[in-house]
């Protein structure tokens, strides 16, 4: 699945007669709290969601009932760490997407499905390939946002090291020589292995694992097309699972993408205060989204401002203002961050989702890169 391409034919979707119901869920049940937490979080929000609700909101909300039911109750994808859910009976929406990092909780019954925790997930988490390596065995763990591919494992008949007798120690030195280009040929293997899925996959970022001195070696084989995808190392013992070597590589990819996402964004905010190519503040970008000129959103993770979108020219303005600033229109109430998401994916734009960043906290939390200046 690609999560991109989901946001997209979601923003894509027409309006309806009956709302669009979307919930995230957080369903990381390794705390044990964490499945009543998910129950009563459902419960509430069905039933404000059910007050006053026509026929058709009735039966998506009963679908929601029912797949948070299974959900909680571990039927359905216990893989999972988030979940989300969107409905609606007259576009013929019933929607699960489960992907590897959990959602904060949220339930929203709204004209638009809510998009920003899974298009600012689309764009953080691109695939990556893990490769497990040691002398004689391999393993290659692809994985993406939606999930965890399947391991492939790769195993070399490199001779054991236990030795005994006077044969052995005669024949030391040569059969030292014979592991090693055992190894050399089991390393060449992997790589050629590697090359073949990092084609299929498209180039992906990689991963290596392992001991140091085994990872150290097997990375100083592997050709520079490889080498240069290389993102970083983590530990790893030949025992662990393969979850667990993913769940330590996004770990070290997620922060790797943090500090380069920290380095970008600096220079955003220094383009957009000479005044070039990108704009920062609430007020700069609403206006670029109305132009249609945001090429990537930044949005402070958290971000709450509330604002008016006018129902006759489609203008957002921040606070509650009744009528349009721009022609004097009746506005409906919006969630501002919600709504620029909305509008940019649906131009064809990106959005990254910052947790903490000073200078786009003091620009008031929005700030974007321009396909042209304005
Ligand atoms: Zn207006």
């Not at 459902?42 to 007050?51: C, D, E, H, I, V």
């Not at 929203?108 to 691109?126: H, S």
Request: charged share 25%; net charge negative; hydrophobic share 45%.
């Amino acid at each position: 699945m690609d999560l991109r391409e989901r946001v997209n034919a979601l923003a894509r979707l027409p309006g309806a007669a009956s709302p669009v119901v979307s919930v995230y869920l957080d369903t990381r049940w390794a705390d044990e709290h964490q499945r009543e937490r998910v129950r009563v979080f459902l419960s509430n929000g069905l039933r404000k969601a059910r007050t006053g609700a026509g026929t058709e909101l009735r039966a998506d909300l009963d679908w929601i009932e029912e797949q948070g039911d299974r959900l909680v109750a571990q039927a359905t994808v216990p893989e999972a760490d988030g979940v989300a859910l969107f409905a609606c009976g007259p576009l013929g929406l019933r929607e699960i997407l489960t992907v590897r990092v959990p959602f904060q909780n949220a339930f929203v019954v709204a004209e638009r499905p809510l998009l920003t925790p899974l298009a600012a997930l689309a764009e953080e988490a691109l695939p990556a390939i893990v490769v497990f390596v040691d002398g004689s065995h391999a393993r290659l763990i692809p994985i993406d946002p939606a999930g965890q591919g399947d391991e492939l494992t790769l195993e070399h008949g490199v001779p054991g090291r236990h030795s005994r007798g006077g044969w052995a120690l005669m024949a030391q030195s040569r059969y030292q020589r014979h592991v090693e280009v055992h190894r050399d040929q089991h390393f060449e293997a992997v790589a050629e292995a590697l090359q073949e899925l990092s084609a299929q996959q498209g180039g992906v970022r990689i991963v290596l694992a392992g001991e140091d001195r085994m990872v150290a070696a097997f990375r100083s084989r592997l050709p520079t097309t490889l080498a240069g995808r290389v993102a970083g190392t983590i530990s790893a013992a030949r025992y662990e699972t393969a979850s667990t070597l993913a769940d330590r590589a996004t770990a070290l990819l997620a922060r790797l993408d943090a500090s380069e996402q920290e380095r970008v964004l600096n220079e955003v905010l220094t383009e957009a205060a000479k005044g070039g190519q990108a704009i920062a503040g609430v007020e700069g970008t609403l206006h670029a989204v109305g132009r249609g000129a945001v090429r990537r959103l930044y949005l402070l993770r958290g971000f709450s401002e509330a604002g008016a979108a006018c129902t006759t020219c489609a203008a957002m303005q921040p606070g509650e203002a009744a009528t349009c600033r721009a022609c004097g229109g009746p506005t409906k109430r919006v969630c501002l961050g919600d709504e620029v998401v909305d509008r940019v994916v649906t131009a064809g734009g990106e959005i990254a989702v910052i947790d903490a960043h000073a200078a786009l906290e003091r620009a008031g939390g929005m700030a974007a890169l321009l396909r042209f200046p304005l």
